[in-house]
């Protein structure tokens, strides 16, 4: 999405300017006077071209949007739907910035442009190790208590969507749990959704090597992930608190228990997005419900209430909505006073799950 936007932020830049080195100290001193002259702004989009490392996507909208802002005023486009990824994000990036006057748009460019340079050109300076979100989460929320280790997926805005660093970060998470001294571990949501899946914007941040090169990576990062929760050696117990979609329903066959509430539903519109099933649900969903009800919601995308996933062995409890937190949290406190020999028969159970 985000390379998209680039290419056209470049694109857009005025074509009659030739690519020149950039007037860094010019820049300077015009920041101090806090008034960046058109000759600035032109400058500075030009320097944009010559980045030698890639700022970011984030960044990419950023600048995007303040060029667009800079150059036309307010947003006043209509806002695009929630699958045309590129141009909502655009869109998204662009409408932030409000009635920013255009001056002040021009000036925030110049003065971005001005720090990416600096900072690109210096971030090999960088100490390995001094990353601050080495030990603490973005996307994640991890608590350990009353024997009890509970990962939360936390981009409630975006329904819990599974991001590119949500993938790594609950890896993370899982391996950190499945060393700590928890009994049981906790997969849960927060917000209405549980999640809605693999975030969409991922498969539209193309890499210099191309989409093949996206393929790869996404599909060495969909395996390492999907491992992590077959060979996870606790129970590992999902609690569903709202709607679950795509991979995060598909990775519940791999789940010891899961626990609902009524307002949960799932749903696998893989065929409507040109994708196949992952996470082994089309052996796990075959083996749970049988070939005719798998085929039904992996094939053709059926919706299923928490009742119906009950009913079809994909859920171990439904719990109404109001009491469903309490319930749960106290069944599992009780749970995790279990004697440690849990684990011999939690990979009894699943032997006899895989060959049965
Ligand atoms: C790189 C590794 C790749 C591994 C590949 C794994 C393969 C996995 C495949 C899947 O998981 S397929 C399923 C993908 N998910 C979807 O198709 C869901 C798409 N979203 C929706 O249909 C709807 O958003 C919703 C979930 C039904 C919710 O609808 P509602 O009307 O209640 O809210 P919205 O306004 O649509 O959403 C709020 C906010 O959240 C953003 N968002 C929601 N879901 C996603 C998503 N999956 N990816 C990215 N963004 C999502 C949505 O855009 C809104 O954002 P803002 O407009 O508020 O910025």
Not at 71 to 88: A, R, S
Not at 164 to 175: F, G, N, Q, S, W
Not at 220 to 236: H, M, N, S, W, Y
Request: net charge positive; glycine share 6%.
């Amino acid at each position: 999405m985000a390379n998209a936007a680039w290419r056209l932020a470049q694109r857009s830049c005025p074509s009659h300017l030739q690519v020149i080195s950039f007037p860094v100290v010019q820049l300077h001193m015009n920041r101090t006077a806090m008034r960046a002259s058109q000759k600035d702004f032109e400058n500075a989009m030009n320097q944009v071209k010559l980045l030698k490392k890639d700022p970011g996507n984030e960044v990419k909208l950023k600048l995007y949007a303040l060029y667009k802002q800079a150059t036309e005023g307010p947003c006043n486009m209509p806002k695009p739907g929630v699958f045309d990824l590129i141009n909502k994000a655009k869109w998204d990036a662009w409408n932030t910035l409000g009635s920013l006057p255009k001056e002040t748009a021009r000036q925030n460019y110049v003065d971005l442009v001005s720090s990416l340079s600096s900072s690109l050109e210096s971030s090999s300076q960088v100490e390995p190790g001094t990353d601050r979100k080495s030990t603490g989460y973005e996307t994640l929320m991890v608590t350990s208590e009353d024997g009890i280790t509970k990962i939360t997926l936390n981009r409630p805005a975006k329904k819990n969507a599974i991001n590119v660093e949500m993938y790594h970060e609950i890896m993370r998470a899982l391996k950190a749990a499945s060393k700590d001294d928890s009994s049981i571990t906790v997969l849960t949501g927060n917000g209405d959704y549980y999640s809605s899946g693999n975030d969409l914007t991922n498969f539209t941040d193309i890499p210099p090597g191309g989409v093949e090169e996206k393929a790869k990576n996404s599909a060495i990062l969909l395996r390492e992930f999907v491992g992590c929760f077959i060979d996870f050696p606790k129970p590992l117990i999902a609690v569903v608190n709202g709607p679950a979609v795509g991979i995060s329903v598909t990775i519940l066959g791999l789940f010891d228990a899961v626990y609902a509430s009524d307002r949960a539903t799932f749903h696998t519109p893989f065929s409507h997005l040109g994708q196949s099933p992952e996470g082994c649900s089309s052996y796990t969903f075959l083996k749970i419900m049988g070939p005719a009800k798998a085929t039904e919601m992996l094939v053709f995308g059926k919706k299923l209430t928490a009742g119906e996933a009950c009913a079809q062995g994909l859920v171990t409890e439904v719990f109404p909505d109001s009491t469903f937190q309490k319930e749960v949290w106290t069944r599992l406190k009780a749970f995790a006073k279990l004697p440690p020999n849990v684990s011999i028969h939690l990979l009894l159970l699943r032997t006899l799950k895989i060959i049965s």
